[in-house]
């Protein structure tokens, strides 16, 4: 690490705003990268870097060693991207399969028949732990 950059990530800890938005403009790219590459998005991934960028001006007297400062704020960004992954994730499945859109639905439609199938299939096995024998053990 050069030791403008150290003191720069020092100064940021101890809230000088001026160091702070270079934090931002050396690490945009690379936290980006990051969340993008785990959400596939690009609106995702910019809010992700945003929401973390803010987190980490708000606690970054968490951070004892500058030196750590990069990391600290990248797994902030990995933390936040793996929030939105989960927060996108609760969304019920045919909720999703609803939502397509036409281009998309032409691609889906192959495989039309194979979801309908595997949507009787999860039913069938819904009931079946519905109906489970008096004696039978819960999994």
């Known amino acids: 690490?050069?030791?403008a950059d150290h003191e720069m990530?020092?100064?940021?800890?101890?809230?000088?705003t001026e160091a702070f938005e270079l934090v931002i403009r050396k690490m945009s790219?690379?936290?980006?990268a990051i969340a993008?590459?785990?959400?596939?998005n690009r609106e995702e991934a910019e809010d992700a870097v945003q929401d973390a960028l803010v987190k980490a001006w708000k606690s970054r007297w968490h951070v004892r060693n500058s030196e750590k400062f990069p990391a600290w704020i990248s797994t902030i960004v990995r933390n936040r991207a793996h929030d939105i992954l989960m927060r996108r994730r609760t969304v019920p499945l045919e909720?999703?399969?609803n939502e397509i859109t036409s281009t998309q639905a032409q691609f889906w439609l192959a495989d039309a028949e194979r979801y309908q199938q595997v949507h009787a299939a999860l039913a069938t096995l819904l009931e079946l732990h519905r109906e489970r024998p008096s004696g039978a053990l819960a999994h």
């Open 1 to 3: 690490m050069e030791p």
């Open 9 to 16: 990530y020092r100064a940021a800890i101890h809230g000088d």
């Open 29 to 32: 790219r690379p936290l980006f």
């Open 36 to 40: 993008f590459g785990a959400l596939q």
């Open 95 to 97: 909720e999703q399969f």
